[in-house]
C-alpha cells in the first residue's frame, strides 16, 4: 500500500492529525494494496482536498474543519454512485445464455443555466461549455477539445469557485478521459 498525503497551509501538529483522519476516511483502502495521493490545503474556513486513487483521479472537494473523515467518505460514496461513462469496447461475442438486465441507475441533474457550446453541435477543434453552479449560483466554463461528430455527455464538474459537483456537457472523449477543465467566468 502507498498513500502519500500532502498538506499545505497548516502546523506540523495540525499535519499529523490531517494524516490520520486522511488515513481514516479512506479506510480499509489505505491499508490495502492500493496507491493513493491525498493533497489536503488548508482554506482558513475550509480544507481544499483532492483525491487520486485506483479509478479516481482529481477527486475535488471541500471539507469543514474537524469533518475531514466524513467529507472524505461521503465524497468516495458519492463517487460510487456516479455512473461511469460508456467505454468505447467492441461488443462481448453472443452467448447461449441471455444477458443479465444492466443495472438500473439514476441519471445527473441537468445543468442550471447552462448556456449553449462556443461551437456548434458535431463540430471538432476547442470548445467551452458554461454554465451557472447549482449550489453557489456563479457561473463558470467547461473547456475541452471536440472530437468532429461526437456526442456530448453530462459529465461531473466541481465549480471552481465552491467545488460543489455539478453536471456539465462534455465531449464524449473529453468525458471518458477527463480531459476537460472548469474555469471561473
Given at each position: 500500500?502507498?498513500?502519500?498525503?500532502?498538506?499545505?497551509?497548516?502546523?506540523?501538529?495540525?499535519?499529523e492529525r490531517t494524516e490520520s483522519d486522511v488515513r481514516r476516511g479512506l479506510g480499509a483502502r489505505a491499508t490495502g494494496s492500493e496507491t493513493w495521493v491525498v493533497s489536503v490545503v488548508n482554506l482558513q474556513r475550509s480544507w481544499s482536498v483532492t483525491?487520486?486513487?485506483?479509478?479516481?483521479?482529481?477527486?475535488?472537494f471541500t471539507a469543514s474543519p474537524g469533518h475531514l473523515v466524513e467529507a472524505?467518505?461521503?465524497?468516495?460514496?458519492?463517487?460510487?454512485?456516479?455512473?461511469?461513462?460508456?467505454?468505447?469496447?467492441?461488443?462481448?461475442?453472443?452467448t447461449s445464455r441471455p444477458a443479465a438486465a444492466p443495472p438500473r441507475s439514476v441519471a445527473p441533474p441537468a445543468p442550471i443555466a447552462a448556456e449553449p457550446s462556443s461551437a456548434p453541435a458535431g463540430a471538432g477543434g476547442?470548445?467551452?461549455?458554461?454554465?451557472?453552479?447549482?449550489?453557489?449560483?456563479?457561473?463558470?466554463?467547461?473547456?475541452?477539445?471536440?472530437?468532429?461528430g461526437e456526442s456530448e455527455l453530462m459529465t461531473p464538474v466541481a465549480c471552481p469557485h465552491c467545488?460543489?459537483?455539478?453536471?456539465?456537457l462534455v465531449g464524449e472523449t473529453a468525458a471518458d478521459t477527463s480531459d476537460y477543465r472548469a474555469?471561473?467566468?
Open positions: 500500500m502507498s498513500l502519500k498525503v500532502m498538506c499545505a497551509g497548516c502546523s506540523a501538529e495540525e499535519r483525491l487520486d486513487g485506483p479509478g479516481i483521479r482529481a477527486l475535488n472524505i467518505q461521503e465524497a468516495l460514496q458519492a463517487k460510487a454512485r456516479t455512473p461511469a461513462p460508456p467505454t468505447l469496447e467492441k461488443s462481448p461475442a453472443p476547442p470548445r467551452r461549455n458554461g454554465c451557472e453552479c447549482e449550489q453557489c449560483h456563479q457561473r463558470f466554463g467547461v473547456s475541452f477539445d471536440a472530437i468532429v467545488w460543489h459537483m455539478n453536471h456539465v474555469e471561473k467566468d
